[in-house]
């Protein structure tokens, strides 16, 4: 019987959806699928994991890289696994390299896609800032690999789900990075990388004050379609002080891949398609038609961003 071991990330009662997305592809892969979880988000994976492993221990009220890796190497060592997952996002590849390390396995790092096939597994996984996309196979077991999130689904609860308290031994300076400070995104404000449409303003919107045109079109759109859709922006927005750097899209930003995402007012340099050209539907609006976004865009509209986002919000207000 084949097993996955799933590194469940979350903060208080809120359970990453990435990581429902990792264990779902767990349970595509494997017969049972173990996620360890580090507080009380684990009851969010109910119906999901076969088995979770709950870690109680008050140091890990809010979950840092160190003391979770050294705990999913304990709980690779008692499992046995045959499958190790985690999901690329920002906590994922800090916990996902050190976890190799501890457990002496190399890492499959951000992959978009994996196959059965007979005793291998064929990974896809996007190389040189996603302008090929490199397939492997691999024919060993214990694998260690991190998914992109969005690249698979969140799956349907329906499996019987035990808890069990997880106490592993922690080493002598697991702790020496302690959290400082957290601050808090502003209320309601959806993380690019967990939206399903993000709407992106570049240098092209010309001040902080025009991202409130991408604020109304993003609040129709999450209106008329129930997605969550999230502001992104590219680096010369952050640059300029537009806007906080939790928006930037790109190889110094975040990696999305979106179900739509609109570039508004972004020329798509390498370093912004870096981060979202792996989306599913590319929209560009620029009003210079050699702008190189265009050549990673499904569809395009030549022309000035202030008289095309206003149309598009009236015509999605009458539809
Ligand atoms: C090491 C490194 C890392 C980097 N990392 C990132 C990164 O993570 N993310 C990122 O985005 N960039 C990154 N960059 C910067 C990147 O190279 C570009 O400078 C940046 O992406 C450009 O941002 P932009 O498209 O908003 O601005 P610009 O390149 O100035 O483009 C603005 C666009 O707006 C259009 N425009 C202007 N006015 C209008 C209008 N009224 N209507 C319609 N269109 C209009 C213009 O035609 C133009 O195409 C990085 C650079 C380096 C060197």
């Not at 196959?115 to 694998?143: I, N, S």
């Not at 759109?221 to 952050?238: N, P, Q």
């Not at 609109?262 to 020329?267: D, N, P, Q, T, Y």
Request: net charge neutral; aromatic share 6%; glycine share 8%.
């Amino acid at each position: 019987m084949s097993k996955a071991l799933v590194f469940a990330e979350g903060r208080g009662e809120a359970l990453k959806e990435a990581s429902l997305e990792a264990i779902g592809l767990a349970a595509g892969l494997a017969d049972e699928v173990v996620a360890v979880a580090a507080g009380p988000y684990a009851s969010r994976l109910e119906g999901f994991a076969d088995r979770v492993l709950l870690l109680n221990d008050q140091r890990l009220t809010h979950p840092l890289a160190m003391p979770c890796a050294r705990a999913m190497a304990k709980a690779f060592k008692k499992e046995s696994p045959d499958l190790v997952i985690l999901s690329a996002t920002p906590f994922g590849k800090e916990v996902a390299p050190a976890l190799g390390a501890l457990i002496g396995l190399p890492l499959m790092s951000d992959i978009t896609e994996v196959r059965r096939d007979g005793a291998a597994l064929t990974f896809v996984k996007p190389l040189y800032t996603g302008k090929v996309m490199g397939t492997y196979r691999v024919e060993r077991t214990p694998l260690l690999f991190s998914v992109r999130p969005k690249a698979y689904p969140v799956p349907k609860p329906g499996k019987s789900t035990a808890t069990e308290t997880f106490s592993p031994a922690f080493a002598e300076g697991d702790f020496r990075v302690s959290l400082v400070e957290l601050a808090e995104k502003e209320a309601g404000e959806i993380d690019v990388a967990e939206a399903d449409i993000i709407v992106t303003g570049g240098r092209g919107m010309k001040g902080p004050e025009n991202f409130a045109l991408l604020r109304e079109l993003a609040s129709v759109l999450s209106e008329k379609t129930g997605a969550k859709v999230a502001i992104g922006a590219s680096r010369s927005a952050v640059d300029e002080g537009w806007i906080d750097h939790s928006h930037q899209v790109g190889q110094t930003g975040k990696i999305v891949s979106p179900e739509v995402y609109f570039a508004i007012g972004v020329s798509g340099a390498m370093q912004h398609l870096a981060g979202m050209r792996n989306s599913k539907l590319i929209i560009a609006v620029n009003k210079d038609p050699d702008a190189p976004i265009f050549s990673v865009a499904d569809f395009g509209v030549v022309d000035d961003l202030f008289k095309v986002v206003p149309e598009l919000v009236k015509r999605l207000k009458e539809s």
